[in-house]
């Protein structure tokens, strides 16, 4: 790798795009940081043709990336090098290799690269390695969308700090937030990962000052998006103000973020290791077409069928996800639902209920459904087809997860 770029020079300014250019030293603090029967109504609902819902899936490719130089190559600090070869990492990823420079260089940086690609890597290997050449500590603070992304984070720098002192903490939802207010009050924090809403809470608490944070990274931006942080996290941005930098992960771009994603970002470099488009091509889809009036019973027949083991049922409406939920427990199925009428505990009860194999379907609407990640869902079921393509992918792609396959169907009226 080319030697480090000095880090000296002009601050930059604040996250909206009023920054100027220009390299400097990362630094901690202050404006030096970085209707009947099966049927429904028809208000205005024009489903996707039944076309566009079918397709024989196809088995993933993948590709080995062959990286140009080794891990032990790379001009960086002897202790980050003997970190990485305790890790066992021996050569660079695609991500890894071809985002450093750019980290390191200090630019804000935006990462298309698919889970599994050793994106978390990426960004940690320059962020550790300007620890140890800076002469101020500075703090960076990575905001993911799942409890599980953020401990798994926190997990991979400590493997890369082994036997430096450096201190990180996460923060999320689902432990004892008086937990978090005693921890955070022993010590400074050089990474700080958390989830959007339960930091939103601390801040607001005042037990967290954002302004420490000199990096933000944004990690499976588009999942945050799926789960509805948008506001969240752009809320937490805002409050973090000056910074140095931003980097911005996510695994699919829509031409319809890019408002949102200039409002982190200053002239950012484009690293693309994915096309970032969604895509369901090794999933099976397919249409069922069936008389409205005989759509529960059909959805009830196929859920016997013995490979329905894990289903995920998608419906139009609050009410129908209800309906359809009863219609199969009458019929000694057994499920939930999840909608915006359900509590949060609620909604987390069925997923875990879902998860375990205790239930064998869980009813779904769309929003209610954002950003689910959970494994072996064998099928998912349009109870009603959706109104456009954007939403029809998200939905088969909750089967299939980490490359498996799956199968969609989709109930269309006859």
Known sequence: MDSRPSRSGKGRGNSNGNRSGGKRSYGGGGGNRRGSGGGRSNHNYIPLPADMM????????????KADSKFADWKINAKLKSAIKAAGWVYPTEIQEKSFEDIAAMKDVMGIATTGTGKTGAFLIPLIDALLESDKPFQTLVLAPTRE?????EEEFRALTIGMKYNAITLIGGRN?????????????????????????????GKIDLQEASVLVLDEFDRMLDMGFQKDVMWLADKIGERDQTLLFSATLDKSQQKLIDHFLTDPITVAVSSGQASAEHINQTVRYVAPDDKFDTLIEMLKEPEMKRVLIFAE???????VTKKLNQAGISADEIHGNKSQNYRQKALGAFKQGKIKALCATDVAARGLDIDDITHVINFEAPTDYDTYIHRVGRTGRAGKGGEAITLYDK
């Open 54 to 65: 079918v397709h024989e899936g196809v088995a993933l490719k993948t590709v080995e990336y």
């Open 149 to 153: 992304l953020a401990l798994q984070i």
């Open 177 to 205: 937030i008086n937990t978090d207010i005693v921890n955070l009050k022993k010590r400074s924090y050089h990474l700080v990962v958390a989830t959007p809403g339960r930091l939103k809470d601390l801040y607001q608490q």
């Open 317 to 323: 409406t609050k009410h129908r996800v209800k309906k």
